[in-house]
């Protein structure tokens, strides 16, 4: 996949042929779905190059806001980030350190098994780490897009050869060999083989669809497991019917006025709706039809059977007539056999003629055909008959507010819209928003009409009605909600009508931080972060008790020259000119000797600019000037004039400035050369047993209480046992037996527990028993 270098997300009002929308149709990508939910084991493999400073999406599997699977590449902060949900349903982000947007070619693998994660670029391992297991539960409607994450967002600019994402269908997960390796090697290029014939094969398809776009396609129609194509006419019984775009549509039949030569007539045929001439017989001044029998009975009493023949009325022999089980006074004698049959007999299990719609009935003598009700007949015999349209005919009970509707056979009396039924053939006006049956939102108002209602937003909210959502004029920055008419609800650390302004928790004095430590302020949040020449001993105290002093002399991490003495100071160093000596005052840095003096930027930094001043080195972030001309607006986004610069928010109702900054869904955001490049919300570090996330918060906090926690650094399940060989859970705290000052607790750490002295009797000590 190639994708354009040049087009970047524009500002709303300029947006003219500068989209683009590469992902795949709900169709293909529901059937890829089908083979990737519920799996944990996948591999996402990509050839790529990357424009300089470009922040693009790889690819992106997501729905709605939740990101189940999606890969980014960041140029502006050189950060690989792995976006992910676990089965807890949360959304997990992982940062890889690695410059890709460098204008040159990579090869990078991504693979995922269960909890276990390997990244490789260039096929050499870069990272390999134990993550949460994805949660690749895909719902319906969950869209599949390459090189951007929507079609606003994250457009990545470059070229992506060779986008694959391998997803491993093993029950069990087991350690691969390099047999498995080189097996897989083996069947990808078998894949890619397939895929050159199957591209072949999809040209070919597409170039006997081209011929196909001149053809002719017709509609058909289906009746009685028949197909008949467009203006096709046939009989059915009784009816013509041709097939009229699509539709089959019958006429009852007329039949032709026939002339029958001498000594014929008129007369029904099976399986034929018109009367056919038929040859006759006069037989003491009646007329038979030809085979039509009749039965004479002599001055004897004997019966004499006769049947039409060649004109003639001509004698047969009689029938054999079966036994009868039933009494002489309940027999029956027949017009057209010399045999009797019982009262009761029944006709029509020995043949009939009676067609669709029509009912064989028993005569006591014969069987004849009835039209069932709602049907009406075509013939004289009741043996074809059709289906009467009570509606057309008026000939149906429907009442006031109610549509007649036919069906085969009857009729029913279908509610107008807005009205209820009353009973079979009537309905009244119904008045939704009485009966709360309307679909009006809770924040809209409902108003009745005949026949239905009205749904209006109330003042402040805007929708169809049936969905309103509350309107704020400015929007709600930062992750804020607007929750009714220009109120926003702000999340923890922000404030103002829009959520716009970061609490400084800093400089409104709400954190003491230790004197080795400064308070850092971040949005919607702070941190108590070491001052330069301390570090934390990895305590990792809120704030900053635990930040102690760098021996900067001890550990080579000064500047000072090899003309110059390095003395470790508390929280820095000193640089000293031995007595006697002319010291330049010259520093070292990145393994460089730079001069007193000396100004330079830094490589892997281009907005930070340092300075040697007397054998120490110090570096600051880039001054902007917006007046300067030659101003590096990469580094001063805040000086970026053009209008294509701006970028549009993620919920594409706000427009920001380069350089602007801002919060969304527990992430920082900020506007970079018309860019938005996000990155997770940085969190202080959270030193106790038990944490949790509360909702609608991007930070842990911690708890006492286990029940509540999310997160338990140590598993309460398992115990200790102490000194006295008391059972002890982990994370619970006790004074050591025989002593006040000797406070213990059970961390489970190597199978150890930690006990401390108390300051308040003796100097901090630690000691680990068994």
Request: hydrophobic share 25%; proline share 4%; net charge negative.
């Amino acid at each position: 996949m190639t994708l354009d270098q040049n087009r970047r997300t524009p500002h709303p009002q300029n947006r003219i042929d500068t989209s683009r929308n590469v992902k795949a149709s709900p169709e293909t990508a529901e059937i890829f779905f089908q083979k990737l939910r519920n799996k944990c084991e996948f591999t996402i493999l990509v050839t790529l190059k990357q424009a300089h400073l470009n922040s693009g999406v790889i690819l992106s599997i997501h729905h709605l806001d939740h990101r189940y699977l999606e890969l980014e590449s960041s140029g502006h902060r050189n950060e690989i980030r792995l976006h992910y949900r676990s089965g807890s349903h949360r959304s997990h982000t992982e940062v890889f350190p690695y410059i890709l947007a460098d204008d040159k070619w990579h090869r990078l693998s991504l693979a995922i098994s269960a909890s276990h994660l390997i990244l490789h670029v260039d096929c050499n391992k870069i990272y390999e780490r134990v993550v949460e297991k994805p949660f690749m539960d895909l719902p319906l409607g969950t869209t599949f897009w390459l090189g951007q994450r929507n079609t606003a967002h994250g457009y990545f600019k470059g070229i992506m050869q060779d986008v694959q994402l391998l997803v491993c269908f093993l029950s069990s997960f087991s350690c691969p060999t390099c047999n498995d390796f080189h097996g897989l090697v083996q069947k990808i290029m078998e894949l890619q083989d397939i895929l050159a014939k199957t591209s072949a094969k999809l040209s070919q398809a597409e170039q006997r669809m081209n011929k196909l776009d001149q053809c002719y396609c017709e509609r058909t129609c289906t009746m009685k497991g028949t197909t008949y194509r467009e203006f096709e006419s046939w009989t059915d019984g009784c009816k013509n019917c041709t097939c009229m775009n699509g539709t089959v549509q019958c006429e009852a039949l007329i039949c032709p006025l026939a002339d029958c030569p001498l000594n014929s007539a008129l007369a029904y045929v099976d399986g034929k709706c018109c009367k056919e001439c038929q040859s006759v017989c006069v037989f003491e001044g009646r007329t038979y039809f030809e085979g039509q029998r009749e039965t004479v009975y002599s001055s004897s009493g004997d019966c004499v059977l006769f049947e039409c023949k060649d004109h003639k009325m001509q004698r047969i022999p009689r029938d054999s007539c079966p036994a009868l089980n039933c009494p002489e006074s309940q027999q029956i004698p027949l017009s057209h056999s010399c045999c009797k049959v019982c009262k009761g007999h029944d006709f029509c299990t020995e043949g009939h003629n009676c067609m669709e719609h029509s009912v064989c009935r028993n005569l006591e003598d014969r069987a004849v055909c009835s039209c069932r009700d709602g049907f009406r007949a075509l013939r004289e015999d009741n043996a074809y008959c059709e289906d009467i349209d009570e509606c057309a005919e008026g000939r149906h009970y429907c009442r006031e507010n109610t549509m007649c509707v036919n069906t085969p056979g009857s009729f029913m009396c279908v509610c107008k819209t807005g009205y209820i039924r009353i009973d079979d053939y009537s309905c009244t006006e119904h008045d939704e928003c009485v009966t709360n049956q309307h679909n009006c939102d809770e924040n809209a108002l409902c108003f009745n009409t005949v026949g239905g209602h009205n749904c209006v937003c109330k003042p402040g909210y805007t929708g169809n009605g049936t969905i309103c959502k509350a309107f704020c004029k400015d929007g709600c920055r930062n992750g804020g909600a607007c929750i009714a008419s220009n109120v926003c609800a702000c999340p923890q650390g922000f404030t103002g009508p829009s959520c716009e302004t970061d609490i400084d928790e800093c400089s409104d004095g709400f954190v003491q931080c230790d004197s080795r430590a400064n308070c850092i302020n971040l949005p919607g949040w702070y941190h108590c972060e070491c001052r330069d020449g301390y570090h934390d001993n990895g305590m990792f105290s809120p704030g900053g008790e635990s930040c102690e002093d760098i021996d900067e002399c001890g550990t080579g991490r000064h500047s000072c020259a090899n003309d110059t003495v390095c003395f470790n100071l508390d929280g820095g160093y000193d640089c000293r000119c031995p007595h006697g000596k002319n010291c330049t005052g010259d520093c070292i840095h990145d393994g460089k000797i730079k001069h007193n003096g000396q100004i330079w930027v830094l490589e892997n930094d281009r907005c930070s600019v340092c300075s040697c001043q007397n054998g120490y080195v110090m570096c600051r972030r880039m001054v902007c000037d917006c007046q300067n001309p030659t101003v590096d607006l990469f580094c001063c986004p805040e000086c970026d004039p053009r209008l294509s610069s701006q970028c549009l928010h993620q919920s594409g109702e706000l427009s920001y400035n380069s350089g602007d900054s801002w919060i969304q869904n527990c992430q920082q955001c900020r506007c970079l050369q018309g860019e938005v490049d996000c990155w997770p919300l940085p969190c202080p570090e959270v030193d106790c047993e038990f944490s949790v996330l509360p909702e609608n918060e991007c930070c842990p906090r911690c708890v006492t209480d286990p029940c509540q926690a999310d997160t338990v650094r140590n598993d309460i399940t398992k115990t200790c046992l102490d000194e006295t060989n008391v059972i002890r859970f982990t994370g619970s705290s006790w004074i050591k037996h025989g002593t006040e000052c000797t406070l213990c607790q059970c961390k489970l750490i190597l199978g150890f527990i930690l006990c401390s002295s108390q300051a308040r009797c003796f100097p901090n000590s630690n000691t680990w028993y068994n």
